[in-house]
């Protein structure tokens, strides 16, 4: 017979939504996926879309994302969401490199300029998360979904806004696994926004 009491088993259940909802909703999950929405707004082409698409989610996305497993599996750091703030160095160095190489050919091959805001936006805000990480650990998982929202929003229209629901699912179940304070998801949906749709706005 389980000794859980009713409170118990809310805890867990809350503890295993906010796991699944971490995991699905990463910041490399999400920019995976919001070069190849941006590539379709601004080409309309399934083949544009993929081949323009897919240059910023592989050097943005999935490159770093195998460093950081690598790193992870190699005890180099905690766990693939580097939730100790020392070991984000490497990753954070990583990401810039690969995602200005991405840069060099979008602007090298033509890209549309859309994608080029897009990557340009991505790599300031990193700059920005990474300058506030070097003091206090901002959280990487709501700065990323609340850029995404404004992204989208200024992209397909107003009625995107509806997607900051995720952010704010994002950044609850950041806090309820206890890998960031309020201060700091609520920071990093500010930086997110702010920064990211400014610098995507101002190129446009």
Partial sequence: MSNMTPHDTRNANA??????????????VIVLTLPLAVAWAATRSLASTLGWGLIV???????PMGVIVWG?????WDSHHVRNRAGRLVPF????????????????LGAPWMLIALDVAMLVSLFATGAITAKWKISMH???AAGAVVILALV?????????SAVVAISWSRVELGDHTA???AVGVAVGAVVGGTVFIAML
């Fill in 57 to 63: 989610s592989l050097t943005s996305s999935i490159i």
């Fill in 183 to 185: 201060a700091q998801v």
């Fill in 156 to 164: 397909f229209g107003p009625l995107w806004w509806i997607a900051a």
């Fill in 142 to 144: 709501s700065a990323v």
């Fill in 15 to 28: 503890r295993g939504t906010a796991r699944i909802i971490t995991e699905v909703l990463a910041p490399w």
């Fill in 72 to 76: 992870a599996k190699t005890g180099r």
């Fill in 93 to 108: 160095i990583a990401l810039i490199v690969s995602s200005g190489l991405g840069l060099a050919l979008l602007l090298v």
